[in-house]
């Protein structure tokens, strides 16, 4: 296959809906081999700051002389992002090479009757890729929940946690402790559990977890905590203090507080891994080449244009909470595109004085709200103007003429949205069609 024949491949198995399960990956790793077992990982799950963590992660774990894979959903524009060697994703040219060795593999599965869903090839796809180019080690991030989701079908030696909040409820059930629940399952044994900022009615439940498979459990704020965090331009500057060590002097280069909380997990994480304390100018240098594209990512200015992936209430709080921070006088019209499944009542509130109008779109899948109907259900939960516009290039443009010069451009409520815009702005193709499952 070349690069286009092997994206065709991996789209014809969008749409197959959600299954969540892990039979069919699992006999599908068997068949392949088990590549999942060739390498330790740092398995992540979590409602936000998962992508994050997982670039957090590779950061570190790079910079310390390791080859590191990641494992990210979902992508912002191109497939090949999902997975990434030293933090550089695939080439086209490797990409293509490693569905067509795929291929071959699900083809023979095919023949008993099973047809792996989109997500199921990519984390197959990730697994076989990392253990092809002899990766030392990997960040895998979860795609939905954890229990019964494909990543789950490995067993991570670190399994992190990094937040939990009310989401996907068809699937992980309606109240936060079976959330949690869900995603604490990817806990195993002969691993060690890392929390982060989880509602303190949940720790119990992680404690409780890691009890149940006698692994340790380090929680932020207990085991580990960034301490003299102050905001620099661009960034944060602190002092991490770990599990097993302190780090002084580091510049994280992204916005938004939160994100210094997710660099500690990381932290935790890798000394977890690595069984013992960093290396203080390998963490230095971590910190400091750190990304996190589409989250707090200030993309334009004239007026400004700030996306972020922001996607559940949680991430709306957050996010608030971050422009109060980082643009404490700043107004926004918002663009928003929501997934169906989404709480917007509960979304749009935390915004509330921020906003001088919103403009909803949609991006194309099925999942997504419709632009003249998103608009109506948001005019029943706020009091500024509500438009409608057909795609994300149309909205753009209507909300950065109606920004002026006065305010800001805010770009939020799906990470298909924020690939969407990333790539108008930048005169991009729009992103490539995918699933989380």
Same mark, same amino acid.
Request: proline residues 5%; hydrophobic residues 45%; aromatic residues 6%.
């Given at each position: 296959?070349?690069?286009?024949?092997?994206?065709?491949?991996?789209?014809?198995?969008?749409?197959?809906?959600?299954?969540?399960?892990?039979?069919?990956?699992?006999?599908?790793?068997?068949?392949?081999?088990?590549?999942?077992?060739?390498?330790?990982?740092?398995?992540?799950?979590?409602?936000?700051?998962?992508?994050?963590?997982?670039?957090?992660?590779?950061?570190?774990?790079?910079?310390?002389?390791?080859?590191?894979?990641?494992?990210?959903?979902?992508?912002?524009?191109?497939?090949?992002?999902?997975?990434?060697?030293?933090?550089?994703?695939?080439?086209?040219?490797?990409?293509?090479?490693?569905?067509?060795?795929?291929?071959?593999?699900?083809?023979?599965?095919?023949?008993?009757?099973?047809?792996?869903?989109?997500?199921?090839?990519?984390?197959?796809?990730?697994?076989?890729?990392?253990?092809?180019?002899?990766?030392?080690?990997?960040?895998?991030?979860?795609?939905?929940?954890?229990?019964?989701?494909?990543?789950?079908?490995?067993?991570?030696?670190?399994?992190?946690?990094?937040?939990?909040?009310?989401?996907?409820?068809?699937?992980?059930?309606?109240?936060?402790?079976?959330?949690?629940?869900?995603?604490?399952?990817?806990?195993?044994?002969?691993?060690?559990?890392?929390?982060?900022?989880?509602?303190?009615?949940?720790?119990?439940?992680?404690?409780?977890?890691?009890?149940?498979?006698?692994?340790?459990?380090?929680?932020?704020?207990?085991?580990?905590?960034?301490?003299?965090?102050?905001?620099?331009?661009?960034?944060?500057?602190?002092?991490?203090?770990?599990?097993?060590?302190?780090?002084?002097?580091?510049?994280?280069?992204?916005?938004?507080?939160?994100?210094?909380?997710?660099?500690?997990?990381?932290?935790?994480?890798?000394?977890?891994?690595?069984?013992?304390?960093?290396?203080?100018?390998?963490?230095?240098?971590?910190?400091?080449?750190?990304?996190?594209?589409?989250?707090?990512?200030?993309?334009?200015?004239?007026?400004?244009?700030?996306?972020?992936?922001?996607?559940?209430?949680?991430?709306?709080?957050?996010?608030?909470?971050?422009?109060?921070?980082?643009?404490?006088?700043?107004?926004?019209?918002?663009?928003?595109?929501?997934?169906?499944?989404?709480?917007?009542?509960?979304?749009?509130?935390?915004?509330?004085?921020?906003? &001088? %109008?919103?403009?909803?779109?949609?991006?194309? @899948?099925?999942?997504?709200?419709?632009? #003249? !109907? *998103? =608009? /109506?259900? &948001? %005019?029943?939960?706020?009091?500024?103007?509500? @438009?409608?516009?057909?795609?994300?290039? #149309? !909205? *753009? =443009? /209507?909300?950065?003429?109606?920004?002026?010069?006065?305010?800001?451009?805010?770009?939020?409520?799906?990470?298909?949205?924020?690939?969407?815009?990333?790539?108008?702005?930048?005169?991009?193709?729009?992103?490539?069609?995918?699933?989380?499952?």
């Amino acid at each position: 296959m070349d690069y286009q024949q092997a994206t065709e491949y991996l789209d014809s198995h969008v749409g197959l809906g959600v299954h969540p399960g892990l039979e069919r990956i699992s006999a599908l790793l068997e068949l392949m081999g088990h590549p999942e077992r060739n390498h330790p990982f740092i398995h992540i799950t979590g409602s936000n700051g998962k992508t994050s963590t997982a670039r957090f992660v590779t950061a570190l774990t790079v910079a310390h002389g390791y080859s590191t894979g990641t494992f990210i959903s979902p992508h912002l524009e191109r497939v090949e992002e999902r997975i990434s060697m030293n933090g550089v994703p695939t080439t086209e040219e490797q990409f293509a090479q490693a569905v067509t060795d795929l291929a071959a593999f699900v083809e023979v599965f095919a023949k008993k009757g099973e047809r792996p869903t989109f997500f199921e090839l990519t984390a197959a796809l990730a697994f076989s890729w990392f253990a092809a180019e002899g990766t030392d080690l990997a960040a895998i991030e979860v795609g939905l929940g954890g229990r019964l989701d494909a990543t789950n079908a490995a067993d991570g030696a670190v399994a992190v946690l990094t937040s939990v909040s009310i989401e996907h409820t068809e699937y992980l059930g309606p109240t936060l402790a079976g959330i949690a629940t869900e995603k604490l399952a990817i806990a195993k044994p002969d691993s060690v559990l890392v929390t982060g900022a989880i509602p303190a009615e949940l720790v119990p439940l992680a404690e409780q977890a890691a009890a149940r498979v006698g692994i340790p459990h380090r929680h932020l704020g207990r085991e580990f905590r960034p301490v003299e965090v102050e905001q620099a331009v661009g960034g944060w500057l602190f002092e991490g203090a770990g599990v097993l060590a302190s780090y002084p002097d580091l510049h994280l280069p992204v916005l938004g507080r939160h994100q210094v909380d997710n660099f500690m997990v990381a932290i935790a994480g890798v000394e977890s891994l690595f069984g013992r304390a960093l290396d203080q100018e390998a963490v230095k240098r971590a910190a400091a080449s750190a990304t996190s594209p589409g989250r707090m990512e200030l993309i334009a200015h004239s007026p400004r244009v700030l996306l972020d992936g922001a996607h559940n209430p949680e991430g709306f709080s957050v996010l608030a909470e971050s422009l109060a921070i980082e643009f404490p006088t700043a107004k926004w019209v918002l663009v928003l595109g929501v997934m169906g499944e989404k709480a917007i009542d509960q979304m749009i509130p935390p915004l509330a004085g921020r906003l &001088v %109008r919103i403009v909803a779109t949609s991006v194309h @899948t099925p999942r997504a709200w419709a632009p #003249e !109907a *998103l =608009a /109506e259900r &948001v %005019r029943q939960i706020t009091d500024v103007p509500v @438009t409608a516009a057909g795609d994300v290039q #149309e !909205a *753009l =443009a /209507e909300a950065r003429d109606a920004a002026g010069t006065e305010h800001g451009v805010l770009v939020a409520g799906s990470l298909y949205l924020v690939g969407a815009a990333r790539a108008t702005l930048a005169g991009r193709s729009q992103p490539q069609r995918g699933e989380r499952s």
